[in-house]
DNA sequence: GACCGCATTGAAATCGATACCAGTTTTTGT
DNA sequence: ACAAAAACTGGTATCGATTTCAATGCGGTC
């Protein structure tokens, strides 16, 4: 593949010039139309490992989430990969599969990458033992955060989120309400804490249970409780992925939305409006997430020295059949 | 950040020793270790850039796909993503939105990152452009391919597919079956004509419908399809983006699968499942489809001169309720 | 006509690693 | 114990670009 040096010498002029073209420095017009025409010719494409070396900046970014086939980070990463591409910035995508050990890993490797920034959804295992100054570029986090608030973050409002469903239940006429959540997240332990809130408040109690992230145990969590004598009303689940789990495991006890058991969960995918009565979910900014995410990221590395702040954004509630009021008997 | 001849110097040792230690050339135990403490207090991570420049191997992958938020292509590109990262190689992930421009912008990246090899879902237009020997760098194809068959690909038995759904709803007592498939890439069409084959084989007519690829055109197009007098009594999707679209345009018209209409498609989504009565699809193989499609690539980087081969995978019919028994009445 | 300033251009250093070659030490064989 | 082979180590060129600094040419000014 020719490099800059051939360009140079077909156009007759020397390597800077040609680089001069690249970068639009000063050149004048007739030199540089000698020189794209010898570019043309050669179809000359810059290096970029070259380029970076010298220049000490990648255009990189890495993107760290969980599991790219969980829809909501599956949005996410398109909203981030558009506005990185649009930013000239190019991005390199790991899955995590809530790893610590794989966590670490890919920071590694981003290190190696000396990318510019990283926008990561961290497992909680870094999310406490995390410190973001220590790893020599910047740090956005999404959809999970350290409690104590420092670092740059978007987020969800995840207690409120909850207690709005929760909310949502209670005027519906619900009063046994279960939660399901997941063990590795902080996400889950916030949403826990909104709807233990909520319930509280209520007078009311707020059993909950948590499992790891997997539709299976989700699954296997939701068939076991729904075959217990008290068995909840009502269930809030505290994301796409569980939900899944939770209808599979409704399906197959054979229950009815919502006359068996109503249903309020976490991300409004495709189909939870497809699937007979609707599912009631809180839906997130995916895309405002990602380019927030970003956003953030860039306005950091424009000011280093810039306050630490979180974007908290707030989930809208999507009613649908699934938690139609109780009817009185 | 610390680089080699830092660790070098700590070490008391040449940087060639340390470029050996990295690459695990020959070296002494005991300066093995003095490397490796200075490396480690150091935290020393070698640059990548760097590296690539001179070694002229960038391990480096690129995936472009038209959009990552296709369950299909985010379920390959999971697993075309692990196996790369099995194999030491990196994934650049960029999505065309099948258009032709941004296709080409992402092939030239892909040279200026001087990447090992590309899998590509190319456009209808570049699937009939494309010369990847003019490329300088190897790409196996998936989903898509050219018809007179040159080049690697991996892709499902298409006509079969669709050929396989035909064949299911004429077993089942439909007769008027239209099809909806899509007008930008060859998969669409390798579809059609597997779905027009196995009805003008039944002596049957074969109506069909083309659309962009958006859930929105699909909706339409079934939404406008259904209202008409002579409207198909059974319908064939040509993926699961549109089926999401006619699933919709189905119950906003207030018809009952199958009783109303049958349907059939494709894409295994986690959804099919889960709305009354299920529907019935082929299911695309697609971890195996991420995973050959990386090891013809390996294999190709391997032995460059090796013959050119298509793997064709068969999809799985799964039938559920959409497509039940026509009932005599 | 000498001098200054501006706009261009080129030469050479540099980014941080690996590759190659040559030199030195250690091991092995007899 | 000596020669030959093997193992290890260091110096330097190199990958392909950008960056810095110096040189050149040209026009205008006094």
Redesign the pocket.
């Known amino acids: 593949?020719?490099?800059?040096?051939?360009?140079?010498e077909l156009a007759?002029?020397?390597?800077?010039?040609?680089?001069?073209v690249?970068?639009n420095?000063?050149?004048?017009?007739?030199?540089?139309k000698r020189v794209e025409a010898a570019m043309a010719k050669l179809d000359?494409?810059?290096?970029l490992?070259?380029?970076r070396?010298?220049?000490?900046h990648t255009d990189t970014i890495g993107l760290i989430v969980s599991d790219i086939r969980n829809p909501f980070f599956t949005a996410v990463s398109r909203a981030v990969e558009d506005e990185a591409y649009r930013n000239g910035m190019r991005v390199i995508l790991c899955n995590t599969d809530e790893s610590p050990e794989k966590e670490a890993m890919y920071l590694k490797l981003m290190r190696e990458e000396r990318v510019t920034g990283v926008i990561l959804a961290p497992t909680r295992h870094s999310v406490a033992a995390l410190d973001p100054e220590s790893l020599g570029f910047p740090v956005v986090m999404i959809d999970r955060t350290p409690a104590q608030g420092d670092g740059d973050a978007v987020v969800l409002d995840n207690r409120r989120a909850a207690a709005q469903l929760v909310e949502h239940l209670l005027a519906a006429g619900y009063r046994d309400i279960g939660g399901l959540f997941g063990n590795t997240s902080s996400t889950g332990a916030e949403r826990h804490a909104g709807f233990a809130e909520a319930l509280t408040h209520a007078g009311l109690p707020s059993p909950a249970r948590f499992v790891p992230p997997s539709v299976e145990a989700a699954e296997a969590a939701v068939t076991a409780w729904l075959a217990e004598p008290d068995r909840p009303r009502a269930l809030l689940i505290s994301n796409g992925i569980f939900l899944l789990g939770a209808v599979r495991a409704i399906k197959a006890a054979g229950l009815c939305l919502p006359q068996d058991l109503a249903l309020a969960g976490f991300d409004n995918e495709v189909w939870t409006s497809l699937i007979d009565p609707g599912l009631t979910v809180i839906e997130q900014p995916v895309d405002e997430i990602g380019r927030s995410a970003m956003a953030m990221l860039l306005a950091r590395l424009e000011d280093p020295a810039r306050s630490h702040r979180h974007v908290v954004l707030q989930g809208k509630l999507v009613a649908r059949g699934s938690s139609a009021p109780l009817r009185q008997r």
Chains 1, 2 share one sequence.
Not at 44 to 47: E, G, K, L, S
């Open positions: 593949m020719a490099k800059i040096k051939d360009v140079a007759g002029v020397s390597v800077s010039t040609v680089s001069r690249l970068c420095g000063p050149v004048s017009d007739k030199v540089r000359y494409r810059p290096n490992a070259a380029r070396l010298r220049s000490q």
